[in-house]
């Protein structure tokens, strides 16, 4: 389980460290930054998927996404006593991300790519770090990029070996330095961050990929826009609890049922108290579609060790909080769960279910802060 997460210089987090727990509930006012902390959990499971270059391209290149303030904010500034400005920048120019658990974490430091690089716009990772612990010390390394140059701490002697001296600047060494000898450590935690799921696309339009026909397949995992619904559905009823999902459905909709289709192109459709006739997805409304889909990522039957929920609560009625909250309180108790919201009906609902680590998003000065959160201990790696 992450227990620390950092992030410094990206979009409004100048610098920010903060605990989770199983269960993380982060919220705030629009704009206080908690779409940039649910894409900086994102970016670092970009990381071992080898996109991590590429989607902050996506969003503009590496100068759309840095910190846009000072790179200090000085007492005077606060007070009002100096002009807000900017001032000789002592550190290069940086953008990192990281996190850590009991076991170990990880760290990468991205920054300008050289000047004859064909594509300005993609950052260059500039130092990149994997230890033993929650807090990097020198002792407790054994995985370091700098620049080029990775070393490794050998299985059995635990001296450092170079793993190579010519990788990419849009390369990492999760992915390119991972072997199942003195790599182990670096392919664990890459399968581990390519095992976190992200929940922020499921739609509910009449052309919601939710509503079309599905092939009926084996599906322990609903895909980030829910496509496969039907088949996560029928999954869950085949292997998974299917106790769970019955008492999901009638806690949300009481009277109703759910039956699924195993034919090549299949479907479901919910039985209502008071219709001649079940709904296929097609008939139901955003937010019976949504919470539904909701529910397959919830009561997956292969758990994983993260799931992030990205204001899950949109188009739902707030008599729905409640049955939510318990779908997340149950999934934290098999894998930890990050979910991102500014509802306070589910947060209250949530409070009611079970305990819950809360962060509380607040913005100053353009930086984003977590006022009230006592900020674990973090190091960053040296260039």
């Not at 846009?68 to 006593?81: F, H, L, N, V």
């Amino acid at each position: 389980m992450i227990t620390t997460l950092a992030v410094s210089g990206y979009r409004s987090l100048r610098d920010l460290v903060v605990p989770l727990g199983s269960l993380t509930v982060v919220t705030g006012a629009n704009g206080s930054g908690k779409t940039s902390l649910y894409r900086s959990l994102r970016l670092l499971a970009e990381v071992a998927q080898g996109r991590l270059i590429q989607t902050l391209a996506r969003e503009g290149g590496l100068q759309s996404t840095l910190w846009a303030g000072p790179e200090t904010i000085s007492r005077d500034m606060r007070s009002g006593a100096q002009p807000i400005q900017g001032t000789r920048r002592k550190g290069p120019v940086s953008l990192k991300l990281g996190f850590s658990d009991a076991a170990c974490g990880y760290a990468v430091d991205l920054g300008l790519p050289s000047p004859d690089n064909p594509f300005p716009l993609d950052p260059a990772i500039k130092t990149e770090a994997m230890w033993t612990g929650q807090t990097l010390s020198r002792a407790s390394v054994f995985a370091e990029r700098r620049a080029s140059l990775v070393r490794l701490r050998t299985t059995r002697t635990h001296e450092w070996r170079e793993a190579t001296l010519g990788l990419s600047p849009f390369d990492s060494m999760v992915t390119h330095c991972a072997d199942p000898e003195d790599g182990a450590e670096l392919l664990a935690m890459r399968e581990r961050m390519r095992d976190w799921r992200f929940y922020d696309a499921l739609r509910t339009d009449p052309d919601a990929p939710a509503r079309r026909g599905q092939v009926m397949t084996y599906t322990p995992v609903l895909a980030g826009d829910g496509a496969d619904l039907a088949a996560a559905l029928a999954t869950i009823r085949a292997i998974g609890d299917r106790e769970a999902l019955n008492e999901a459905i009638e806690h949300a909709f009481p009277g109703s049922r759910l039956q699924t289709d195993a034919d090549d192109l299949g479907g479901f459709r919910l039985s209502q108290k008071g219709l001649l006739r079940p709904l296929g997805a097609a008939e139901l409304s955003d937010g019976t579609l949504r919470y539904l889909l909701l529910v397959a990522a919830l009561l997956s039957p292969r758990p994983p060790e993260l799931m992030v929920l990205n204001e899950p609560e949109g188009s739902l009625h707030p008599s729905l909080m409640p049955a939510l909250a318990r779908l997340v309180v149950q999934a934290s108790g098999h894998g930890q769960v990050v979910l991102v919201s500014h509802s306070e009906p589910l947060i209250r609902a949530i409070r009611n279910e079970g305990d819950a680590t809360e962060i509380h998003l607040e913005k100053s000065f353009g930086e984003t802060g977590a006022p009230g959160v006592d900020a674990p201990r973090w190091q960053w790696p040296k260039r």
